[in-house]
Structures are given as structure tokens and as C-alpha cells.
Nanobody
């Protein structure tokens, strides 16, 4: 059974930083595309970053590039380091994966319809 558990959310002032963590179990972590999504009130869920540890593929949404960094830690953990946070980054952040042993393809990594497994989400709040 695949499980994704996020942690590290919280409240911060604009310009501050947070690091989110996602620990995966029940799948071969290094073979899978791990994706961070966020969901803001009234908006569709948006993919912000993705990585495949095995291939080294990394993807970012334009809105977060140069501010957010996705990386892998130890023991099936993927991090999302968020710097220069803005009030517009306020959202529930989810760790997710298709879980099919595939790479983060340029044409599909950001599409929620390919996701089969979601974490429970962690709230990030950025005040001005």
C-alpha cells in the first residue's frame, strides 16, 4: 500500500522560508516521479515541482522557479525548500505520485489526472 506523508507546513511572513518533507512508502521511491502540488481556495490544484531520483529529472512550474527547490533526502524522502515566500504561495501543499515507475515527462508531470496517490496535505500560510 502506497503512503505519502507530508510535514513541515506552517505560517511565515512574506520573504521567509519553509521546507516541506514527504516520506513515501509502499513503492520503489527512486523509480517514481514525485510531485508537489498546491491547492488554493477557489483554484484548481497546481503542480509546482517534480523529481525522479533515478533519472535525475527535475521540473518546476514557472511561478516557483528560482524560489523553490525540490530534492531528495534519505529514506524515501523528498523535500521542497521554499524561499522568498509570497502571500500568493498560501495553499495546502500535497505530495503525490503516479506510482507507475515512470519519469517526470515534460508533457504530463503537472497533470493531476495522472496521479494515483496523494498525501494528506500540509498547510502553508504566508502573511504580508
Amino acid at each position: 500500500q502506497v503512503q505519502l506523508v507530508e510535514s513541515g507546513g506552517g505560517s511565515v511572513q512574506a520573504g521567509g522560508s519553509l521546507r516541506l518533507s514527504c516520506t513515501a512508502s509502499g513503492l520503489t521511491y527512486r523509480d517514481n516521479c514525485m510531485v508537489w502540488f498546491r491547492e488554493q481556495p477557489g483554484k484548481e490544484r497546481e503542480a509546482v515541482a517534480a523529481m525522479n531520483r533515478g533519472t535525475g529529472t527535475i521540473r518546476y512550474a514557472t511561478s516557483v522557479k528560482d524560489r523553490f527547490t525540490i530534492s531528495h533526502g534519505t529514506k524515501n524522502t523528498v523535500w521542497l525548500q521554499m524561499n522568498s515566500l509570497e502571500p500568493g504561495d498560501t495553499a495546502v501543499y500535497y505530495c503525490a505520485t503516479p506510482g507507475l515507475g515512470n519519469d517526470c515527462y515534460s508533457g504530463s508531470w503537472y497533470q493531476g489526472r495522472y496521479i494515483n496517490y496523494w498525501g494528506q496535505g500540509t498547510q502553508v500560510s504566508v502573511s504580508s
